[in-house]
């Protein structure tokens, strides 16, 4: 069988980013993310196991996918997770393998993510204000998280990325003091804007700050520049500190400048469902081949058709919009 050298879609946008969910579990509580403590999870016998994830990564590499990125769920709750990063690490034609995490396990994990051959670290943080955390988190846990991120910036996990999701009378008091924050470590902040894709159901659209209110707020203080980019497909609109202090400051902006029209990814949910968009009403169930030992064409024709599938763009800024049934807890950013 003759590989093609790239995954386009019908849009002609080459998939070079895959998303990996390996749990839908987390130990936070966010309170637009997981807002409940009873939970109920994917039972164990659903979730994909590290070999099938391995498989499949292998397979989109071959296609052409450069960029791995694990998420969860909170993905350090997977056992001996460094396992995995090793094996991922190791496949050929591989250029980038990250991770998104609350970092409350790095400080005693880092290095060893490092030494398995983790890239780059994103750690979301939507306040630094210890209150303020708990009361977003349920959890008391914001100096875990700093100590945590300083050990990632220790391990030359770098640059360590932080991503905040804005959001009207929750955080938007606290944009001076992240890009604060991103001066003193040399991290890379990046505001998100707040998407319905939310367990608690409450985004509101009056509750989405943009990234352009963010800059000129951060910029009206810390000037900033534009950081020029030359991968047209990247979400974040990078800018640094005019004065030329450390870190960089970046927006996400999917509700008022969305990026659909270059984007590169497709999503492998833990268990084991390819979502070729974020806001995707449709799932493709990879798992029952792979659980049925399908050969390998018949793996490769899964995914080329699943790709071609894949959404033009998203329709939040459209009225017939229907937020997804599946919450981002369990597709992982
Ligand atoms: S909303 Fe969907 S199509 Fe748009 S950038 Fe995100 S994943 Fe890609």
């Given at each position: 069988m003759i590989l093609p050298i790239t995954l386009k879609d019908s849009f002609g946008r080459t998939i070079r980013d895959l998303r990996i969910?390996?749990?839908?579990?987390?130990?936070?509580?966010c309170f637009y993310c997981m807002?409940?403590?009873a939970m109920e999870w994917k039972p164990k016998a659903e979730i994909l196991n590290y070999e099938e994830i391995l498989r499949l990564s292998e397979l989109f590499v071959s296609l052409g996918v450069n960029k791995l990125r694990v998420t969860g769920g909170?993905?350090?709750?997977?056992?001996?997770?460094e396992s995995l990063i090793e094996r991922l690490a190791s496949i050929?034609?591989?250029a980038d393998l990250a991770m998104t995490t609350n970092?409350?396990?790095?400080?005693?994990?880092a290095r060893a993510l490092k030494a398995a051959g983790l890239q780059r670290i994103t750690v979301s943080l939507d306040s630094l204000e210890p209150e303020r955390f708990a009361l977003l988190?349920?959890?008391?846990?914001l100096s875990t998280v700093l100590a945590g991120i300083d050990a990632a910036i220790e391990a030359d996990l770098h640059p360590v990325k932080i991503n905040c999701v804005s959001m009207r009378g929750i955080n938007d008091d606290q944009f001076l003091k992240f890009a604060a924050f991103a001066r003193e470590r040399g991290a890379h902040v990046r505001f998100i804007e707040f998407m319905p894709l939310d367990n608690g159901k409450?985004?509101?659209?009056?509750m989405v700050v943009t990234g352009e209110e963010v800059r000129a707020q951060i910029h009206a203080v810390y000037p900033l520049e534009r950081v020029p980019s030359d991968?047209?497909?990247?979400t974040a609109r990078r800018w640094r500190f005019v004065d030329g202090a450390a870190g960089e400051i970046g927006f996400i902006n999917?509700?008022?400048?969305?990026?659909?029209?270059?984007c590169s990814r497709i999503r492998l949910t833990a268990d084991g469902q390819l979502r070729t968009?974020?806001?995707?009403h449709v799932e493709h169930d990879i798992k029952q081949l792979l659980r049925r030992d399908a050969p390998i064409e018949e793996l490769l024709d899964f995914i080329l058709m699943t790709v071609e599938k894949k959404?033009?763009?998203?329709?939040?800024?459209?009225?017939e919009f229907v937020q997804p049934l599946r919450t981002m807890s369990c597709i992982g950013g």
């Open positions: 969910s390996v749990t839908d579990r987390c130990n936070f509580r807002p409940t403590e909170e993905p350090m709750l997977r056992r001996d997770l050929e034609g591989l970092a409350h396990f790095l400080k005693t994990r988190t349920g959890r008391n846990e409450v985004w509101k659209r009056e991968n047209p497909s990247e999917p509700v008022s400048q969305p990026f659909c029209g270059a968009c974020l806001f995707s959404e033009e763009r998203h329709h939040i800024n459209d009225l």
